[in-house]
């Protein structure tokens, strides 16, 4: 059983990034959740809701690869999409081979954006081995 509304995470340590793509993405009917960090997240989050992941590569703390190999780590199957000001080939190929939907670069282009989330969310609802409902879930 899948739910009828996804849920968005983004996890980014620039509050002016998470209030634009928070903006953007509500803009476009998704519910969204904003975390400033790894650890946040991890402690708040409900991985059981179907959605996908926005997640910076460089932040303080925990780095978005390490807070990824964190959530493969415990078999949390939610699609992540990359973010990163900093990044390089090697670093996106990495994160694909590791099953990455997909590895934007900022300024971010917001059309791609919107289409991997598309993506990623069809991929979520598609391949998760299980979901529960928000109402199962209370």
Request: proline share 4%.
């Amino acid at each position: 059983m899948t739910i009828s509304n996804p849920i968005i995470r983004i996890v980014d340590d620039e509050a002016v990034i998470r209030k634009a793509l928070k903006f953007l993405l509500e803009s476009e009917g998704w519910a969204v959740e904003a975390y400033e960090k790894g650890s946040e997240f991890l402690v708040e989050d409900r991985p059981s809701l179907i959605g996908c992941l926005i997640l910076d590569v460089a932040m303080p703390e925990m780095n978005g690869l390490e807070l990824y190999q964190r959530l493969r780590e415990r078999k949390y199957e939610v699609p992540v999409i990359f973010l990163t000001g900093h990044g390089d080939v090697d670093m996106a190929v990495q994160a694909m081979k590791d099953g990455a939907i997909d590895f934007i670069q900022k300024p971010i282009n917001e059309e791609r954006l919107l289409s991997a989330v598309a993506k990623a969310v069809r991929y979520d609802e598609t391949h998760r081995s299980w979901t529960i409902s928000e109402e199962e879930e209370k």
